[in-house]
């Protein structure tokens, strides 16, 4: 086996995690509708989106800035 199939191979076992994990968010439980980190109520078209969504729009996007702030720099 050359590096080539290792490589396919390594590809193929990440994007059937990735769909695994997904999909187990897709059948989640469905939100409250409130937010839990401002308590505000999640938008409907967002609901609508992502039924089993935890944040608003704007905490959503708070929250996504500080995880990729938090990969670079490796602290919050």
């Known amino acids: 086996m050359d ?3 290792r490589a ?5 076992a990440f994007n059937q995690v990735a769909l695994h994990l997904v999909l187990s968010r897709m059948s989640g439980p469905q ?8 308590s505000d109520l999640i938008e409907t078209e ?4 992502t039924p089993n969504t935890r944040f608003c729009s704007d905490c959503a996007n ?3 800035a500080r995880l990729r702030r938090f990969r670079r720099n490796g602290r919050q």
């Open 3 to 5: 590096d080539l199939d």
């Open 8 to 12: 396919a191979e390594r590809i193929e």
């Open 31 to 38: 939100s409250s509708g409130v937010c839990r980190s401002c």
């Open 46 to 49: 967002r609901l609508k989106i």
């Open 62 to 64: 708070e929250e996504e």
